[in-house]
């Protein structure tokens, strides 16, 4: 099953009530962070399961909220899941050693 895509209004099932919320990013098949609103705390993310994601197709009254948040907030990976051609790496700092360094003659 593939993960769900960002910005994707979902509903998290599970260990609690049902809460609507919006993928902000798929980092890994087994991990999905969700905007979600919780009742004491407000718009928080929540890594869960993709099996405790479903599809929702109508927006909620808490999706401004929740899209003001995904918006405010930078992206964790560097690429992709599964680690695409595209994926770029940090370029490093010093491409080599030092020289030797003489003690003066």
């Known amino acids: 099953m593939e993960p769900p895509a960002n910005g994707e209004l979902v509903r998290v099932t599970g260990s609690g ?9 798929s980092p ?17 993310f929540r890594t869960v399961h ?9 927006e909620g009254p ?6 003001l948040l995904i918006r405010r907030t930078p992206p964790t990976t ?6 695409s051609a595209t994926a770029r790496h940090a370029s490093p700092g010093h ?3 030092t020289m030797h360094r003489t003690t003066g003659k």
């Open 78 to 83: 560097r690429g992709t899941a599964g680690g």
């Open 17 to 25: 009530p049902a809460l609507d919320g919006i993928v902000f990013e």
């Open 28 to 44: 890994s098949r087994t991990k999905v962070i969700v905007a979600v609103v919780d009742p004491s705390r407000g718009p928080v």
């Open 50 to 58: 993709p099996e405790a994601l479903s599809a929702r197709t109508e």
């Open 62 to 67: 808490a999706d401004r909220a929740l899209r």
């Open 95 to 97: 491409a080599r050693g």
